[in-house]
C-alpha cells in the first residue's frame, strides 16, 4: 500500500514539477528574445566587451534565479495539495525547512571541506609522515561527525515534522522532497553541461 502510495505521488508530482519545468524554461527562452530584439531595436551602439559579458552574466543569474523561484514555488504547491495542508501547516512546514536546510548546508560545507582536506593530504607527498597520518586521522574524524550529524538532523527534523503531519504526510512529504531534490540536481547538471538546452526529466520510480 505505501509502495503504491509513493508510486502515485511521484508520478503526480514529476507531471507538476514537468510543467513547472516547461513554464520556467519557456519564461527564460522569451526573455531571451525579447531582450535581444530589444538591443536590435536599441541602435547599433556596442557596450564595451567586458561590460557586455558582465550584463550577460548579469542577466543569466537574474534568470537562474526566477527559474528556482518558479520551480520551487511549485513544488509548495503541489506539497499543499497533496497533503491537503491549512495555511497553519503549511506556515509551519516551510518554517521547519528553512531551518534545517540553513543546517543541511553547513553541514555540507564543512564535509566538503573535510573531504577536500583528505585528498589534498594523501596526495601531498611532501608531508613527515607522522603529520600525514595525524591530519588524515582528523579529516576521517570530521567526516564520521558529519554522519552523526546528518542523522541526528533528519531525526530532530521528523520529530518537528510529527508536531502537526501525520506519519502518512511525512512520508509524502518526504517522497515529494526527494523527487523535487532529483529535479533540481538534474537541471543543475544540465544547465551546467549545455544552457539553454531543455532540462533531462528525472526517471520515474
Same mark, same amino acid.
Given at each position: 500500500m505505501t509502495n503504491t502510495l509513493c508510486s502515485r505521488t511521484g508520478r503526480s508530482f514529476g507531471r507538476h514539477i514537468a510543467g513547472a519545468f516547461a513554464v520556467a524554461l519557456l519564461a527564460v527562452s522569451a526573455s531571451g528574445v525579447v531582450n535581444a530584439a530589444a538591443a536590435q531595436r536599441g541602435? !547599433?551602439?556596442?557596450?564595451? !566587451?567586458g561590460e557586455a559579458r558582465g550584463e550577460g552574466r548579469g542577466a543569466q543569474q537574474e534568470q537562474r534565479q526566477a527559474l528556482q523561484r518558479q520551480v520551487r514555488q511549485a513544488f509548495s504547491e503541489a506539497v499543499r495539495r497533496r497533503l491537503n495542508l491549512n495555511d497553519e501547516q503549511m506556515g509551519?512546514?516551510?518554517?521547519?525547512? !528553512?531551518?534545517?536546510d540553513i543546517q543541511r548546508r553547513e553541514l555540507l560545507r564543512t564535509e566538503r571541506q573535510a573531504r577536500q582536506g583528505l585528498a589534498a593530504t594523501m596526495q601531498?607527498?611532501?608531508?613527515?609522515?607522522?603529520t600525514r597520518q595525524a591530519r588524515a586521522s582528523q579529516f576521517m574524524d570530521q567526516l564520521v561527525q558529519s554522519q552523526r550529524r546528518r542523522a541526528d538532523?533528519?531525526?530532530?527534523?521528523?520529530?518537528e515534522l510529527a508536531g502537526f503531519l501525520t506519519p502518512v504526510? !511525512?512520508?509524502?512529504?518526504?517522497a515529494m522532497r526527494e523527487r523535487f531534490n532529483r529535479q533540481v540536481q538534474q537541471l543543475e547538471r544540465d544547465s551546467t553541461a549545455a544552457p539553454g538546452r531543455p532540462p533531462t526529466p528525472a526517471p520515474e520510480r
Open positions: 541602435g !547599433r551602439a556596442k557596450a564595451p !566587451r509551519k512546514l516551510q518554517e521547519v525547512n !528553512r531551518k534545517y601531498d607527498s611532501t608531508l613527515p609522515d607522522a538532523l533528519l531525526e530532530g527534523e521528523q520529530k504526510q !511525512r512520508g509524502q512529504y518526504s
